[in-house]
């Protein structure tokens, strides 16, 4: 038998097993559930940070629920954005051509 400490609680408890590094199986629940729930929370903190999108006119962050390319507020006024989007079109233009 070998002394060893939980890594969930700290506690010393003997074993044979050379692999155990948890008191019980209540400890060893309890740390698989806290890296499955920080797993979990960094595959989310990616996923938004990957959907991060600004808006193609004025360029403020789109919220995640906007599946369009602008803002709210750049949509609900259509001929501005259209104004903007083909002044960015000629700055393209232009820049081709030199
Ligand atoms: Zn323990
Ligand atoms: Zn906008």
Redesign the pocket.
């Given at each position: 038998m070998k002394n060893k400490h939980c890594e969930w609680c700290d506690h010393t408890f003997k074993t044979n097993i050379s692999y155990q590094i948890y008191c019980s199986p209540e400890c060893r629940d309890a740390a698989t559930k806290e890296k499955i729930a920080a797993r979990y929370q960094i595959q989310r903190r990616q996923r938004r940070k990957g959907k991060e999108r600004l808006?193609k006119?004025?360029e403020?962050r789109l919220s995640v629920y906007n599946d369009d390319t602008?803002?709210e507020?750049?949509s609900a006024d259509p001929s501005e954005v259209a104004k903007v989007l083909r002044d960015i079109k000629g700055l393209m233009n232009g820049k081709d051509r030199k």
């Open positions: 808006c006119s004025c403020k602008i803002c507020t750049c």
